[in-house]
């Protein structure tokens, strides 16, 4: 079994930053790609940015390219997804999750096995 853990949500002001870090246990991490997504009120859970393992690309929804990087640790089992120059509209909940083979790039979650539980990010006008 897989475990994630999200942390480093809060309450930001608009232009401001965050980062969120997702810890994952049970599995050799650095062999799978990971990637966080977010859901926001009423709304549906959107893909925002993931990294392959291995030569660690990278890819962003192009709502969030130019703003938001992530990264990984593998040693500490790590992806971090560094936020700046927040909007309001980044408001929601932000899960990561962990893929299981495939292709690439991962923007759909059908593909992704394991999810953590979220972390709420808040983005004050």
């Known amino acids: 079994q897989v475990q994630l853990v999200e942390s480093g949500g809060g309450l930001v002001q608009a232009g401001g930053s965050l980062r969120l870090s997702c810890v994952a246990s049970?599995?050799?991490?650095?062999?799978?790609?990971v990637g966080w997504f977010r859901q926001a009120p009423g709304k549906e859970r959107e893909f925002v940015a993931a990294?392959?393992?291995?030569?660690?690309?990278?890819y962003a929804s192009d709502s969030v390219k130019g703003r938001f990087t992530i990264s990984r640790d593998n040693a500490k089992n790590t992806v971090n997804l560094q936020m700046n120059r927040l909007k309001p509209e980044d408001t929601g909940v932000y899960y990561c999750?962990?893929?299981?083979?495939?292709?690439?790039?991962?923007?759909?979650?059908?593909?992704?096995?394991?999810w953590g539980q979220g972390t709420q990010v808040t983005v004050s006008s």
């Open positions: 049970g599995r050799t991490f650095g062999w799978y790609a």
């Open positions: 990294i392959n393992e291995g030569d660690e690309t990278t």
């Open positions: 999750a962990l893929a299981v083979g495939g292709s690439w790039p991962k923007k759909m979650d059908w593909e992704y096995n394991y």
